[in-house]
């Protein structure tokens, strides 16, 4: 896969955010082209449940067309996970609105050694039953009305998944909402591409 670059200084400052945070996640936005960063904006994070959720604020976001104006773009969109891996929950998956953007997500599962890594995350909104998925796949509800499926690399796609999922490779995450009623609502399937991370190191 072919890797995205930041700075020295982003990098550092990704870790220093995350780590003035903690316990709460937080989050950001890079500005850069293609692949390369080189300017970090620090966002609010207006998540109702910022212990394991992060939502940037839209003021924060609406910077993406000042960025456009200038020829740039929000290359990425970075938050942290206070204490858990540096690999996207089912929950980033259903934040994941921006498919033009990288998520960068900074690991202080040990504050000593933090890791940040790279991903493209793609939503598919396949025309399946919601409800028969959910009857015959063994999801999670991971926050409050929202449930998540998890395709690792190597697990035999359940035949349910076989038409939905087709064309999208593993590893991916089947998300949904419920509605008033407690039924499926906005069912999507998001891949993940993870990235590699390089740091340029200026004298």
């Known amino acids: 896969m072919q890797a995205i670059t930041l700075p020295q200084a982003i990098y550092d400052e990704i870790i220093v955010h995350a780590r003035e945070g903690k316990p709460e996640e937080i ?36 910077k993406q067309f000042e960025f456009e104006d200038a020829g740039d773009e929000m290359m990425g969109i970075y938050h942290s996970h206070p204490v858990s891996v540096a690999w996207p929950s089912a929950t980033d998956a259903w934040n994941a609105h921006y498919p033009e953007s990288y998520y960068l997500i900074c690991s202080l599962e040990y504050d000593d050694a933090p890791v ?8 598919t909104f396949p025309d399946v ?12 509800e991971v926050r409050r009305g929202l449930f998540g499926y998890y395709q690792a690399v190597g697990q035999p796609t359940p035949d349910t998944l076989h038409n939905a999922a087709a ?3 593993a590893p991916f995450y089947v998300v949904f909402n419920v509605d008033e009623s407690g039924g499926v ?15 340029v190191r200026h004298s």
């Open 185 to 199: 609502d906005e069912l999507r399937i998001v891949g993940l591409t993870e990235h590699p991370v390089w740091i």
């Open 167 to 169: 064309g999208i490779a």
């Open 129 to 140: 039953d919601g409800e028969a998925l959910r009857r015959v796949l063994p999801f999670r």
């Open 116 to 123: 940040i890594r790279a991903f493209r995350m793609l939503a």
């Open 27 to 62: 989050c950001g936005i890079l500005r850069g082209r293609g692949r390369e960063a080189f300017e970090l904006f620090r966002a609010e994070n207006v998540a109702t449940e910022r212990i394991e959720n992060y939502d940037v604020d839209a003021q924060s976001l609406m």
